[in-house]
C-alpha cells in the first residue's frame, strides 16, 4: 500500500545560509560533546517558550533551549518538529545529509532575554542550526510503501484494558483446561 510521507532534505554546502527567519537568540552555543552515553547521562533537548515547557524535557529555564548528546540529526528533527526524535530517529525523514549527521554528539544551550513562543525558538533554532551546519532545506512530499493499521468493519476485535492496564475479559470468554 502507498502511503505519502512528508520528507525534509538537507544539504551541507559551503555558502552560508538563506531563506530562513531572523528571529535568533541573544546568546547561543553548540559544542562537540564527546562524553559517553550511560550512567545516567542520555540525549536530551529541550526548550522553554513563553507558552509553557515542551513535554519532553524536564525542567529548562524560561526563554532557553538545552541539549546535551544530541545529534545533528536528533537537533533538526526537534527543531523542525519532525517525527522521530529522541526515542527513534527515522533517518529517512531527512535526506541528503552527511555521515557525521547522526554519529557526532552536540551540547547546546541558547538563551533570550525576552521569552518567545515554542514555536518561534524552534524557528529560531532552525536558523541557529542553518548557520552552524551550513544547512539548506526543503520539504518535498514522496510516496512511500507502508502498512496502516486500522479497525475491521465489524469493529475491533481487542479486549479492553481496565485502569491498571490488565485485560478484561468476559466470564464467558474464559474456559477451564
Given at each position: 500500500m502507498?502511503?505519502?510521507?512528508?520528507?525534509?532534505?538537507?544539504?551541507c554546502?559551503?555558502?552560508?545560509?538563506?531563506?530562513?527567519?531572523q528571529?535568533?537568540?541573544?546568546?547561543?552555543?553548540l559544542?562537540?560533546?564527546?562524553?559517553p552515553?550511560?550512567?545516567?547521562?542520555?540525549?536530551t533537548?529541550?526548550?522553554?517558550?513563553s507558552?509553557?515547557?515542551?513535554?519532553?524535557?524536564?525542567?529548562?529555564?524560561?526563554?532557553?533551549c538545552?541539549?546535551?548528546?544530541?545529534?545533528?540529526?536528533?537537533l533538526?528533527?526537534?527543531?523542525?518538529?519532525?517525527?522521530?526524535g529522541?526515542?527513534?530517529?527515522?533517518?529517512?525523514?531527512i535526506t541528503?545529509?552527511?555521515?557525521?549527521?547522526?554519529?557526532?554528539?552536540?551540547s547546546?544551550?541558547a538563551?533570550?532575554?525576552?521569552?518567545?513562543?515554542?514555536?518561534?525558538?524552534?524557528?529560531?533554532?532552525?536558523?541557529?542550526?542553518?548557520?552552524?551546519?551550513?544547512?539548506?532545506?526543503?520539504?518535498e512530499?514522496?510516496?512511500?510503501?507502508?502498512?496502516?493499521?486500522?479497525?475491521?468493519?465489524?469493529?475491533?476485535?481487542?479486549?479492553?484494558?481496565?485502569?491498571?492496564?490488565s485485560?478484561?475479559r468476559?466470564a464467558?470468554s474464559?474456559?477451564?483446561?
Amino acid at each position: 500500500m502507498k502511503q505519502l510521507l512528508i520528507t525534509m532534505v538537507l544539504i551541507c554546502y559551503v555558502a552560508p545560509a538563506s531563506g530562513f527567519s531572523q528571529l535568533v537568540f541573544d546568546v547561543e552555543s553548540l559544542k562537540p560533546d564527546t562524553r559517553p552515553i550511560g550512567n545516567g547521562m542520555s540525549p536530551t533537548i529541550g526548550c522553554h517558550g513563553s507558552d509553557g515547557t515542551d513535554p519532553s524535557f524536564r525542567v529548562v529555564p524560561m526563554g532557553m533551549c538545552v541539549g546535551t548528546l544530541a545529534t545533528a540529526q536528533m537537533l533538526v528533527e526537534y527543531a523542525f518538529d519532525l517525527p522521530g526524535g529522541l526515542s527513534r530517529s527515522l533517518k529517512e525523514t531527512i535526506t541528503g545529509r552527511p555521515d557525521w549527521f547522526d554519529k557526532d554528539r552536540f551540547s547546546l544551550q541558547a538563551k533570550l532575554e525576552n521569552p518567545v513562543t515554542l514555536k518561534d525558538m524552534r524557528t529560531m533554532l532552525q536558523t541557529m542550526l542553518a548557520d552552524r551546519f551550513n544547512l539548506r532545506s526543503h520539504l518535498e512530499t514522496r510516496e512511500v510503501d507502508g502498512y496502516i493499521l486500522s479497525e475491521d468493519r465489524n469493529g475491533a476485535k481487542l479486549d479492553p484494558e481496565d485502569d491498571l492496564g490488565s485485560v478484561v475479559r468476559p466470564a464467558s470468554s474464559l474456559q477451564r483446561s
